[in-house]
């Protein structure tokens, strides 16, 4: 079982930056590959970033490639989204997830974080 703690949202305006944290309960983190979803009113829950258990390897989807960077830090058993030149369409709740795979998963995620809300004003 893995417990997931994000942190770090709040209100900011068009071209800041935020960087949200998730941290991880337990000792299997390094087990995990891990991945940031977000949210907005209205809309499905969309994959931003993913990133491997070794950090090696990551994904972006294409509307946050250049601006948002994930990154992990398994001897902290915490993962991370630097966010940089914010727009209003990336206001959402972001969700961290987790998932035991030595793969980069974008889907079907088995731990969740209870969400952090991102405000973007313009």
């Known amino acids: 079982q893995v417990q997931l703690v994000e942190s770090g949202g709040g209100l900011v305006q068009a071209g800041g930056s935020l960087r949200l944290s998730c941290a991880a309960s337990g000792r299997t983190f390094t087990r995990h590959a891990m991945g940031w979803f977000r949210q907005a009113p209205g809309k499905e829950l969309d994959v931003v970033a993913a990133i491997t258990r070794s950090g090696g390897v990551t994904y972006y989807a294409d509307s946050v490639k250049g601006r948002f960077t994930i990154s992990r830090d398994n001897a902290k058993s915490t993962m991370y989204l630097q966010m940089n030149s914010l727009k209003p369409e990336d206001t959402a709740t972001y969700y961290c997830?987790?998932?035991?795979?030595?793969?980069?998963?974008?889907?079907?995620?088995?731990?969740w974080g209870q969400g952090t809300q991102v405000t973007v004003s313009s």
């Open positions: 997830a987790g998932k035991e795979s030595y793969k980069l998963e974008l889907r079907d995620y088995d731990y």
